[in-house]
């Protein structure tokens, strides 16, 4: 059975969750009071995340957080709901319990009529089996401070501290509200933007003095024996434009006497051609002779919880009106749904997880029945249809759950 945690099993979940991720650290008093101060608060006051527990026989085997998000969906702002920090008992792998738990987030989303679902894996193909699938790959760069683009002026910068956290998160808000997949920040979140005394932030300035971006950075030391070593791993890094972006990258430039490398990451595949060079630690030569400039993973999954609502959201043919078959990896059944008024009919069928992928812009339909992961009765329209859907742009997310 699953039901919100019981305050009196806070101890026991952060147990199983130190078993389930040991880097945690959970097993540390020190950390262990964190998370039972964080799990306390959320259990008690927070309104946009819950902890659900499964039970069986009374006994707690796993449990899970649920985040109630807006996200921006091509300019809706759209209710989404995040899975995280999903554990299971050490002792009881295998038993099904993530199976119970995930199965239970889906509903959740069902019932208070949430478009998407989201979640960072474990393992891709076990949350694949529930129909959910990958969004945009990230890449991961390590640049030395040296190869970005230095300015004449870094421009206005200064130090951002907590009486400046209302200001942050309305230009947060502001930008994500312009941005396809990206997240509004949570009052929790807002509340822990500086609670984390690593981390620093430095806000930037236009020439109207209006922020128009910042970053959140923390210190990384490269050499255990050497102590001058150090690189900045950057946490957060939020832009409103490209004279911003450069101000932010000039920044990193003025670093190079003390920096050995700003590591970050990001969906923009293009962002490489602002660097003065190209390097990656360990650079590896891939045939016949390309440069290794960064490497990339699979993360954020996507999941459509009413294929109808995010389909109302879409712009609808002229010259004919399609027919959606998607097959549900839970019910095993195929679901029909119609966009458009047109008699002239095409039918476009694909499983769930290639539909998600679809909708929320990580893959064209056209390259879809290319790798024979969706099929349409019409080969003809299919140029039609990638024009139409032309405006599908891959997500970028930068909210963490």
Request: glycine share 6%; hydrophobic share 40%.
């Amino acid at each position: 059975m699953i039901k919100k945690l019981l305050t009196a099993d806070i101890p026991k979940f952060i147990s199983i969750v130190s078993n389930a991720y040991p880097s945690m650290d959970a097993h540390k008093p020190e950390i262990r009071d964190i998370y039972m101060k964080k799990f306390e608060e959320i259990c008690k006051h927070a309104k946009e995340v819950k902890v659900y527990g499964c039970y069986r026989e009374k006994e707690l085997l796993g449990g899970m957080l649920i985040y109630d998000y807006k996200m921006n969906y091509y300019n809706h702002m759209i209710d989404v709901c995040g899975l995280g920090t999903v554990a299971t008992d050490f002792i009881h792998k295998k038993e099904h319990v993530a199976k119970e738990l995930v199965s239970y987030f889906i509903d959740y989303g069902k019932k208070n009529k949430k478009d998407f679902l989201l979640l960072y894996p474990f393992n891709v193909m076990f949350y694949s089996k529930f129909g959910f699938c990958p969004g945009e790959k990230m890449d991961l760069y390590r640049v030395k401070p040296a190869h970005f683009s230095i300015l004449k002026s870094k421009g206005i910068m200064r130090y951002l501290e907590e009486p400046d956290t209302e200001d942050i998160v309305k230009f947060y808000n502001s930008f994500s509200q312009k941005v396809h997949g990206m997240i509004l920040k949570t009052e929790m979140e807002k509340k822990a933007f500086f609670r984390n005394p690593e981390i620093r932030t430095v806000g930037f300035y236009d020439s109207e003095k209006n922020l128009c971006g910042y970053v959140r950075f923390s210190f990384k030391k490269e050499n255990a024996g050497n102590w001058l070593k150090n690189s900045l791993v950057i946490r957060e890094m939020i832009y409103s434009d490209t004279a911003c972006l450069k101000s932010i990258f000039s920044f990193f430039a003025s670093q190079k006497d003390q920096i050995e490398f700003v590591e970050f990451t990001t969906v923009d595949r293009d962002i490489w051609r602002l660097f003065e060079d190209i390097y990656y630690p360990g650079e590896v030569i891939i045939p016949s002779v390309y440069h290794n400039s960064n490497i990339q993973g699979v993360g954020l999954m996507y999941r459509v919880c009413s294929i109808e609502s995010v389909l109302k959201k879409l712009p609808a043919p002229s010259d004919f009106c399609i027919e959606f078959i998607v097959h549900d990896p839970l019910s095993g059944k195929d679901e029909h749904f119609t966009l458009g008024s047109n008699k002239k009919k095409v039918s476009v069928s694909m499983d769930l997880g290639s539909f998600s992928s679809w909708s929320i812009g990580s893959i064209s339909l056209e390259k879809l029945v290319y790798l024979g992961k969706a099929f349409i009765t019409d080969s003809c329209a299919l140029k039609e249809l990638n024009a139409v859907f032309s405006f599908l742009k891959p997500p970028y997310c930068t909210t963490s759950f």
